[in-house]
């Protein structure tokens, strides 16, 4: 066990020459705009088009993942689910609803045989080894409680709105076939991912509900979001449950080709205890800060385009949560670029690279090719019998 712990920390100290820059961070770090000669491509998407007829190889999608949340298989081993009925009983799910598709317990490809709105009429509890595909449909989950990702395992949520989402009842919920528990009733997130792991959130776009648009708390971990709209939201994504969660130190999250657009206030993440690696990321504005955190989490910013607001005392980028003694904590800048007079305040000392597997790790580009590399960010509008 100790050789392990100091396997991991030679992880977060591995020097390389791209971040030898901040071993004596200065106060504050700001970015110019190179002139690349080539044109870096969202690796994502690129693996993503490879299949030209995507409607009759949708599992190809499954191999896409990069970050933490690689090896999150969803449902690509099972059947295919198609939901062809919006209506939802939290109870008793009729065959052909969503909450019908996700509590199964074999793995499962949901799709939608056309365009819907879901109001689910209380928190739809997810089973793992499934995946939520919504490709070739304009799919909504909007106006009452959303989805809860709870003590399971590889889930995929692609090409989705979820958005007004309002707090579960309490009550009974259908967890699987076979279990109705009773709920003490959800918080009002878009997305709650509880105790879980290899979950990837991609192509979605999220907005305005009660409380945060993602959670990723208590002890989840190998999370990878992706290619998402944020928008008009004030806490956008938690990490982290509390401060004295010690259980949440083995969270890796990967944030990356997300946009965050307009009207959003705060947590971009914002994380607690475990790792955060936050790369190739659009941010349009934050009204109080875009990256926070406190309890002594690793952040690494990387090759992010941040626009500040036009508002003089919201050009700080981060936001730590503690009176004193954040120094040590290690919260790094690379390949930035900082627009409209927005900063980062570097912490700590030595590298804090995430650590990747060769199957997890993607090349991150500069700050400046942002805006190609997140121009398709939210829900594609996928066509049959045409590229996607």
């Known amino acids: 066990m100790a050789s392990l712990f100091f396997i991991l920390s030679l992880l977060c100290f591995h020097a390389s020459i791209s971040h030898a820059n901040y071993y004596n961070a200065p106060k504050t770090v700001t970015a110019y705009i190179p002139k690349l000669a080539s044109k870096p491509s969202n690796?994502?998407?690129?693996?993503r088009r490879k299949t030209s007829n995507w409607a009759s190889n949708r599992r190809a999608l499954a191999d896409c993942t990069i970050g933490f949340g690689k090896g999150a298989l969803g449902g690509k081993n099972g059947a295919t689910y198609v939901v062809t009925n919006p209506s939802d009983d939290p109870i008793n799910?009729?065959?052909?609803?969503?909450?019908?598709?996700?509590?199964?317990?074999?793995?499962?490809?949901?799709?939608f045989?056309?365009?819907?709105?879901?109001?689910l009429k209380n928190e739809l509890i997810m089973n793992s080894y499934k995946t939520i595909d919504g490709r070739g449909a304009k799919v909504e989950i909007a106006n009452g409680p959303c989805i809860t990702i709870q003590k399971v395992s590889h889930v995929i949520i692609h090409g989705i709105s979820i958005h007004d989402c309002k707090?579960?009842?309490?009550?009974?919920v259908r967890s699987t076939p076979m279990h109705v528990g009773h709920r003490l009733?959800?918080?009002?997130?878009?997305i709650d991912i509880f105790a879980s792991s290899y979950v990837w959130i991609d192509h979605c776009f999220l907005a305005r509900a009660s409380d945060g648009l993602i959670d990723v708390i208590h002890a989840s971990t190998f999370v990878t979001i992706s290619n998402n709209y944020f928008s008009q939201h004030d806490k956008v994504m938690l990490f982290g449950h509390n401060d004295n969660n010690i259980?949440?130190?083995?969270?890796?999250?990967?944030?990356?080709?997300?946009?965050?657009?307009?009207g959003l206030v705060q947590r971009m993440p914002r994380v607690r205890l475990g790792y955060a690696h936050v790369a190739n990321n659009q941010y349009d504005e934050w009204h109080m800060y875009a990256i926070g955190g406190s309890?002594?989490?690793?952040?690494?910013?990387?090759?992010?385009?941040?626009?500040?607001?036009?508002?003089?005392?919201?050009k700080e980028v981060t936001k730590r949560e503690v009176n004193k003694g954040?120094?040590?904590w290690k919260w790094r800048s690379s390949k930035d670029v900082f627009l409209d007079g927005a900063y980062f305040i570097p912490s700590g000392w030595g590298s804090c690279s995430p650590g990747y597997t060769g199957a997890q790790s993607f090349p991150v580009a500069h700050g400046s090719q942002v805006p190609g590399l997140t121009a398709n960010a939210g829900p594609l509008h996928c066509t049959y019998n045409k590229a996607c």
């Not at 009729?94 to 799709?111: D, E, F």
């Not at 045989?113 to 109001?119: W, Y």
């Not at 009733?185 to 878009?190: L, T």
């Open 326 to 328: 954040w120094k040590n």
């Open 167 to 172: 707090p579960g009842k309490s009550g009974l």
């Open 185 to 190: 009733g959800s918080d009002g997130d878009a």
């Open 113 to 119: 045989a056309k365009d819907m709105v879901i109001n």
């Open 247 to 262: 259980e949440d130190k083995i969270m890796k999250v990967t944030v990356v080709y997300n946009h965050f657009g307009p």
């Open 93 to 111: 799910p009729k065959p052909g609803t969503l909450r019908y598709g996700v509590i199964q317990t074999r793995p499962l490809w949901i799709i």
């Open 295 to 314: 309890a002594n989490p690793t952040i690494f910013s990387e090759g992010n385009y941040y626009i500040a607001s036009k508002n003089p005392t919201n």
């Open 43 to 47: 690796i994502i998407d690129a693996c």
